[in-house]
């Protein structure tokens, strides 16, 4: 059965760091391009990262650039979210999804593609 599970979520002060795991099974994560998606309450849930199959392209939202960095072990079949300075708007429920699709060169941080998604891991900035 094919299933993507998140790790690492946890409460965090402001400026603190934290590293988010997706870990596949039944699959092999390499084929995929990979994104990071977040909710926060009562909002829409928002494309944070992505990285293609290969690991030489990624994108980030705006809001994370210069803060979270992505990165995959294939041999491991997961990805990882490194997320520093972490902020209070930076709480919310992270996702991990696979683009349905394998071998595609580009990534993206809308939610069209992404047809396996994680349960979500909750990631709470609070002092």
């Known amino acids: 059965q094919l299933q993507l599970v998140e790790s690492g979520g946890g409460l965090v002060q402001p400026g603190g760091s934290l590293r988010l795991s997706c870990a596949a099974s039944?699959?092999?994560?390499?084929?995929?391009?990979i994104g990071w998606f977040r909710q926060a309450p009562g909002k829409e849930r928002e494309g944070v990262s992505c990285?293609?199959?290969?690991?030489?392209?990624?994108t980030y939202a705006n809001s994370v650039k210069g803060r979270f960095t992505i990165s995959r072990d294939n041999a491991k079949n997961t990805v990882y979210l490194q997320m520093n300075s972490l902020i209070p708007e930076d709480t919310a429920v992270y996702y991990c999804?696979?683009?349905?699709?394998?071998?595609?060169?580009?990534?993206?941080?809308?939610?069209?593609?992404?047809?396996?998604w994680g349960q979500g891991a909750q990631v709470t900035v609070s002092s």
């Open positions: 999804a696979a683009d349905g699709t394998t071998h595609q060169a580009m990534c993206v941080l809308n939610r069209t593609p992404y047809d396996y």
């Open positions: 039944g699959f092999t994560l390499a084929y995929h391009n």
């Open positions: 990285i293609n199959s290969s690991g030489g392209m990624t």
